[in-house]
């Protein structure tokens, strides 16, 4: 026995030793082209499963099969990879030291240009986040929802979003100095169709929820400073996805002088609008092609052009809806039965022409003439027939779900034909200087506005039998059909603004701390309501000299919005002409706090605001659709705290997650209400009750929540990637928004104080890698004549959240009202790919 158990051992010793001499052992150390360590860099082998990841000082070891060419490789997200083929003996030691060559360089200027961001109240968002980013609207402004700082999105559907209390309006968006505009009589995401900015040919976004400077226009809540790109080599994207396609072009003549770039943008929302409770044929169609060009006359002189041309359409035959909705305590379903159909068409023509002045690095001047046309059109007519159902809701019954009684039928018509044509035109001057101690910004535009709008909209609900509202007795004569809501008018309108601005930056060195001051005023006069207007705005930053790299900022400032037509209209569609500018002071208070986590870069962005609101236009928002009361008769505010975090969580990758609580508030200084008292004191409701009135006290409402009163956002981008692979990725987007205030239409707004449930919304992509750049690809292979090649399974709304954007109110038998939600779009899957040459 003992002489068998050391043969055994003798013979497992063997066998180790003959399956140790079966590999070869593969060590070195990656640097990059100064020499340094490169640490987390994936090392693997193409088909097998060893691999190992460098460390700190750049060293890695692993092994691999011998007497068999393996191919090993190198990968960074910052660096080109390498790919090394190599074959050893049996229990051989290769020395495989490695050079990568940096895929992105860190500017001096860039450094700089940043610096100067976080003075002044502004992000810098990274354009390359929009290809990655899983979102159904796309663009910029879907970075733009998950970033935080006050940025809050009810819908997926549309690229509008609302800032620190304000709403869709008080947004100012600039591409190349120039400021943009959306649809006006958008009155749903399905309409919507693509924003103005074209992602593909974007250089830099800047964005800041508030407390900008004087330099940025008359608007009360953020600004989306886009600049486009002027391109040194040719290139382009090809991008295609279920919802759509895009392609852009870009390149420069051999002496740098004359720069292109150019896009078209196709996308049908039909896809993810199937998934809607309303079904019929959904036909939408949005598309737009965008130009811009630029050449130097001598080395101090550019001139430059930008054009643009969109036509949206949206047609849609409605066929039947079903909707369950309510909870425990009473469950209801709505089947809806349509006739009819919608047409709405968005016609918009932008061209700019601009000329760009700079005869030394201390000066520079520009002048801009620019020209904005949309022509837009809303027209339908569709009929709904609908029953309101009681539902079974006794848990266990096998008739659970299904109608027990019908406690409301009726048919509803709905009609339009509202057509606008609006026209702005302007000339516009702005200039810099900077030296050693001042940067100074100066501008004045003058701007013509042709504004030719006419509604025709009308409303009728026959409810169990008589048309809503119920006619009394002396108003009309037996058998009056009563329209719930009727709008006729006619308005052309021609007007002229002026604005101008100024604007200084000093800093100075306080025991080696540097103090930045940024004072500036703009002024603002509009022909039509005959007012002018003088801001002041201020901010100060210190950058303290301490160890951490920490920025304190305050500023402050008067932020007035002048009208539009929008805010000119009341919701009858009668023009208002003594209308005035609303006005926001603005208190913020924040830190920028960059560090650095587990040796890789971090940042955390804190800001505390105050906003005091005047003068306020009270309004209502159905979906997108904002309606204003045409009145200056509201004051209110808005206060919160917003928070962002990030940075590399994953090596080489950025992510971040951020919140922000608010509460904002306005009091319509001209409502009240009388609550009625019999002779015993006990209140009374007249339209129900039979008791005489003795007594009545005048209520006034006081501070009421504003239609954008969301008093907890949450938002979450988080990139990830397989380590030994990073060709593979995952990119997920998490939103939640906490319950809004909404109310009965064509109410009073202190009426307006029922809560939406919350936004939760959760979208995810994994991508693939199909081509990297600097990898060659094998003759033959379809991706070979391509730079980079990006494949994504994106998954909307991954949670399958019916998420709520407005309500269709229906009566029942018994004259009560119900507000049925209107539900956002479900579960769907996309598949997109980006192609760059």
């Known amino acids: 026995m003992y002489i068998r158990f050391k043969i055994l051992l003798l013979l497992l010793f063997i066998g180790l030793c003959a399956y140790s001499q079966d590999f070869t052992f593969i060590q070195g150390k990656i640097t990059d082209e100064n020499n340094l360590p490169i640490a987390n860099v994936n090392v693997f082998t193409s088909d097998t499963a060893y691999g190992s990841t ?239 060009l630029t050449y130097d006359i001598s080395d101090i002189w550019e001139i430059s052009f930008l054009g643009n041309y969109a036509k949206n359409k949206y047609h849609f035959v409605p066929e039947n809806r079903e909707t369950t909705f309510g909870g425990i305590q009473e469950a209801l379903g709505l089947m809806i039965y349509f006739d009819g159909q919608e047409l709405t068409e968005f016609n918009t023509y932008f061209g700019a022409f601009a000329t760009e002045y700079h005869p030394n690095k201390k000066l520079n001047l520009k002048f801009i003439t620019s020209g904005f046309r949309t022509i837009e059109a809303e027209t339908f007519d569709i009929q709904g027939q609908y029953y309101l159902n009681e539902l079974d809701k006794q848990m266990g019954s096998d008739n659970l779900g299904d109608s027990l009684m019908n406690i409301g039928i009726g048919t509803f018509l709905e009609h339009a034909r509202n057509y606008l044509d609006a026209t702005v035109i302007n000339a516009y001057h702005k200039g810099h200087y900077e030296n050693k101690r001042n940067d100074i910004f100066w501008g004045i535009k003058l701007q013509h506005e042709i504004i030719n709008d006419a509604i025709n909209e009308w409303t009728m609900r026959d409810s169990a039998g008589h048309s809503l509202p119920f006619p009394d007795t002396s108003g009309y004569y037996p058998g009056a059909v009563n329209l719930s809501e009727t709008i006729i008018s006619n308005h052309n309108i021609e007007s002229n603004r002026v604005t101008s601005y100024i604007q200084n930056t000093l800093s100075f060195d306080i025991d080696s701390a540097i103090l930045s001051i940024t004072g500036g005023l703009r002024a603002h006069y509009w022909d039509f309501n005959k007012q002018l207007l003088i801001s002041p705005r201020v901010s100060f930053a210190l950058k303290p000299n301490w160890d951490t790299d920490i920025l304190f900022k305050f500023s402050a400032g008067y932020y007035y919005q002048p009208p539009f037509y929008k805010e000119l209209r009341d919701l009858e569609g009668n023009i208002h002409n003594d209308v005035k500018a609303q ?255």
């Open 54 to 292: 460098s460390n700190n000082a750049g060293n890695f070891k692993f092994k691999i099969p011998s007497n068999k060419e393996v191919k090993i490789i190198f990968s960074h997200l910052e660096y080109f990879q390498i790919v090394k083929k190599v074959k050893g003996k049996p229990n051989e030691t290769i020395e495989l030291n490695t050079k990568l060559e940096i895929m992105f360089y860190n500017l001096n200027e860039v450094w700089i240009e940043d610096q100067k961001d976080r003075i002044n109240n502004l992000i810098r968002i990274d354009p390359k986040t929009v290809e990655i980013i899983p979102s159904v609207s796309g663009g910029i402004e879907a970075v733009i929802k998950t970033i935080g700082l006050g940025v809050v999105s009810r819908t997926e559907l549309s690229s509008q979003y609302s800032v620190r209390g304000g709403n869709f309006d008080e947004n100012l968006v600039y591409v190349n100095d120039i400021e943009v505009y959306r649809p006006f009589l958008t009155r749903s995401g399905q309409q919507e169709g693509l924003s103005f900015i074209n992602a593909d040919m974007v250089s830099s976004v800047l964005f800041s929820s508030g407390g900008f400077n004087a330099k940025y226009g008359d608007k009360m809540s953020s600004v989306l400073d886009i600049k486009y790109k002027k391109p040194h080599k040719r290139g382009g994207t090809i991008a295609a996805s279920l919802l759509g396609g895009s392609a852009h072009f870009e390149g420069c003549s051999k002496d740098y002088r004359f720069t292109h770039i150019s896009g078209l943008r196709y996308k049908t929302n039909q896809y993810v609008l199937g998934s809607l409770d309303t079904k019929g044929e959904y036909r939408p169609s949005f598309i737009d092609f965008q130009t811009y």
């Open 583 to 837: 006005q926001s002071i603005h208190l913020v208070l924040g830190s920028d706090y960059n560090f650095k986590i587990w040796k890789r870069p971090f940042k955390f962005i804190t800001e505390v605001y105050y906003k005091d609101l005047n003068n306020l236009i009270p309004y209502q928002i159905d979906n997108v659709r904002i309606r204003y009361y045409g009145s200056n008769n509201a004051n209110g505010y808005a206060m919160g705290i917003d928070m962002k975090l990030n940075g590399e969580f994953v090596p080489g990758v950025d992510s971040w997650a951020s919140l922000s609580v608010m509460q904002t508030r306005e009091d319509i200084t001209d409502d009240f209400y009388y609550d009625y008292f019999n002779a015993n004191g006990e209140q009374i409701y007249p339209d129900y009750d039979n008791d005489s009135i003795a007594s009545t006290i005048r209520v006034e409402p006081g501070f009421i929540p504003r239609p954008s009163d969301q008093m907890v956002n949450f938002g979450l981008f988080f990139q990830d990637y397989l380590p030994r692979n990073p060709s593979y990725k995952m990119q997920l987007s998490l939103l939640f928004g906490s319950r809004l205030p909404f109310g009965p239409p064509n109410s009073e707004r202190y009426l307006h104080t029922l809560k939406m449930p919350p936004y939760r919304r959760v979208d995810i992509g994994f991508g693939k890698v199909l081509k990297s750049e600097g990898k060659e690809l094998k003759p033959g292979n379809p991706f070979k004549h391509f730079k980079s090649v990006w494949l994504t399974l994106e998954i909307f709304n991954l949670l399958g959240i019916k998420n709520t954007v407005s309500y269709l109110w229906i009566n029942d038998i018994y004259n009560r009202q119900w507000a049925v939600p209107n539900y956002l779009s479900n579960r769907k899957i996309n598949l997109k790919l980006i192609a760059k040459f």
